[in-house]
């Protein structure tokens, strides 16, 4: 494994659009050979899945009264919130993709530099959640490209819970899924839970002492590592103008149609958006947290002009191929979702 310095001109890079960008670089651009690893830091941010309805899982209104950015990640899971009292960690994988879906792959090396660190506890619980206790410090995602993935997720070292709190508006059903009710209550700091030398860090050398500890050595100096270059830069600026830093990705458009159907399955939530017209789908959106390598929107489409029937959606879903665009789960319990059994 090598590190990524995605640091520019030797200055970490604090912006949220340009960061949530390099994972799709590295992995579709730079391409290089093996596992790399880059932690970075972001302003004040929220960042959404792929498949999520932002005007649902975000108070919009909190979000433009306090300054905080808005960011569209291009892989699933569900939405976070960022400041500077948390890590973003990502590894890069070119050429193998033979660990793609197993989180613990990835989890393990951060898991045992906070054990190291004092955070004995820390273990990975569920698909992708990394916790302590009854208690989530961080949030892992995926996607994959060809020959190629990413894997990665969020540190929360001291971030500000109030803010997350209140800006993030979750499902309620997922929460009580969950067996909580609220998200402060479901998500803690790891702080608190580090030996003293290591609770009073900025978040710089949070990252520091982390990263010493996964490359086991006792200077970064020491850790073979890829730096971007003014050419790298050069190409993801071009690929932020005019997708990654636009309303149009971040933000998407809320379809406002008739209906809206949500539900905490095993895979993740599942919501739909929809209308009906004569008894036939005249408007069809898939939202969720899910994550897959597929498109819900190979979905959406052959849901158009479907008869409002268990046979109708039952028959589409599984033109529309539901198992790999949406998630492996028994085809009647997304008809019983749609029909609002």
Known sequence: MFLYDVTRNGQPVYDPIVNQSLDNYLVNDLHLSGHGLMIYVNQPAVIIGVHQNAYNEVNLPYLKDHNIKLVRRTSGGGAVYHDFGNLIFENIVIGDTSDFGHFNVFADPILKALQAMGATQAQLRGRNDMVLGNQKFSGMTMFKAGDAFAAGGTLMYNLNLEAASAVLTPDAEKLASKGVGSVNSRVTNIMSYLRPE???????????????????????????????????????????????????????????????????????????????????????????????????????????????????????LTAGDYQSNIGNMPVEELVNLILGH
């Not at 600026?237 to 149009?248: C, E, H």
């Not at 069809?284 to 994550?291: L, Q, R, V």
């Open 198 to 316: 290591f609770q009073n860090l900025s978040i710089e050398q949070f990252r520091t002492e982390l990263l010493k500890r996964v490359f086991n050595v006792n200077d970064l100096s020491k850790i073979e590592t890829y730096h971007l270059n003014d050419h790298d830069w050069s190409i993801i600026d071009q690929r932020l103008a005019g997708k990654y830093d636009t309303d149009a990705w971040n933000f998407g458009k809320n379809p406002g149609y008739d209906q809206y159907r949500s539900h905490h399955f095993d895979i993740g939530t599942v919501a739909f958006n929809f209308s009906v017209n004569d008894q036939r789908i005249s408007a069809f959106k898939t939202y969720g947290d899910f994550i897959n390598g597929g498109d819900p929107a190979i979905v959406d489409a052959v849901m158009l002009g479907v008869p409002f029937t268990q046979q109708g959606l039952t028959a589409a």
